[in-house]
């Protein structure tokens, strides 16, 4: 992903979400991996575009710009067996 580019197509979100770690991916593609332990309390999904100041990962659009709005087109959560 190329920072601050306006993007005319919906794009694949994925977060596996293990007992050790945390792995974002885009398109497929794995972009980040938080490892540390993890909580075992209830949890849900939020929806949002916040990023810490100089960004969480390095190619996502620059977060001093916006606000731009998101579409979600649809949601799909399911356990790895």
Do not use: C
């Amino acid at each position: 992903m190329d920072g601050g580019k306006s993007y005319k197509k919906f794009l694949t979100y994925g977060l596996q979400w293990t007992d050790k770690n945390y792995i974002w991916y885009v398109e497929g593609r794995q972009v980040h991996k938080l490892s540390r332990p993890i909580p075992s309390a209830p949890m849900f999904i939020e929806f949002g575009q916040g990023l810490p100041e100089g960004g969480l990962l390095k190619d996502f659009p620059n977060p001093k710009m916006g606000p731009e709005p998101m579409q979600v087109d649809w949601v799909k959560v399911f356990k790895i067996p």
